[in-house]
């Protein structure tokens, strides 16, 4: 089976960094990635990871270590329109992405 | 190019009644993958085409089914529909299956009275 962990909800400062967590718990791994929700839209992706480390890619960063089963997404300077919901999917071979529930993420000014 | 396109955006529907939903896959991506999200369970696979054929499934009565057509095309069905088949229903395309990005459309707001 498939388990996921992030946190429900996170409340950041405009300008700020935030740190959204993800573990899982997967029958199998060949990735993970992490998508953006904003309220009434479509999921659109944001990052994936496939080894270990960091992946940069702008005001976003993704960390992925597959031996704790955890990974991580970075926001930096952290804008209005990153209010958003954040979620992690695994992709485990030739089976379609399964997903956490997702973190929505607020910020205030 | 264009994007994944799913029709219609809303539905209201009766307890009891059938409902079909469509998705249109980016031109060239023969992988069309059905998703239930609602705001307690999150996103949930319902299904999985790939070339006509349904690759996986996910844990959902046989009330829901679907299919894919020769274009890579999809639609859904639901059947003696349910209140709590109330949902946002999403479909993603992806030029191949596994490791590879996934593009949602803007899914189809269901709402079952």
């Known amino acids: 089976g498939q388990n996921f962990d992030q946190p429900t909800e996170m409340t950041a400062t405009e300008g700020a960094i935030v740190q959204i967590n993800c573990t899982y718990q997967?029958?199998?791994?060949?990735?993970l990635f992490w998508y953006q929700q904003h309220a009434g839209e479509a999921p659109t992706f944001l990052s994936y990871?496939?080894?270990?480390g960091l992946e940069e890619k702008g005001r976003f960063s993704s960390f992925l270590s597959r031996s704790k089963g955890y990974s991580y997404l970075l926001l930096k300077e952290l804008q209005m329109k990153d209010s958003a919901s954040y979620l992690c999917a695994v992709n485990s071979g030739n089976t379609p992405l399964v997903f956490g529930k997702g973190t929505r993420l607020s910020v205030i000014a | 190019k264009a994007g994944v396109t799913q029709t219609p955006r809303y539905l209201i529907k009766t307890r009891g009644q059938q409902v079909t939903l469509s998705c249109s896959p980016i031109?060239?991506?023969?992988?069309v993958s059905w998703y239930q999200q609602t705001p307690g369970q999150g996103l949930q696979f319902l299904f999985e085409?790939?070339?006509?054929?349904?690759?996986n499934k996910g844990n959902f009565p046989g009330r829901f089914s679907g299919r894919q057509f020769s274009n890579s095309r999809s639609e859904m069905n639901v059947s003696t529909l349910e209140l709590g088949d109330s949902a946002l229903y999403l479909c993603a395309s992806s030029l191949e299956r596994g490791l590879t990005e996934a593009f949602f459309g803007q899914g189809t707001r269901l709402t079952v009275v």
């Open positions: 990871n496939v080894l270990d």
């Open positions: 031109s060239g991506h023969r992988s």
């Open positions: 085409y790939f070339s006509e054929t349904q690759r």
């Open positions: 997967t029958s199998g791994f060949n990735g």
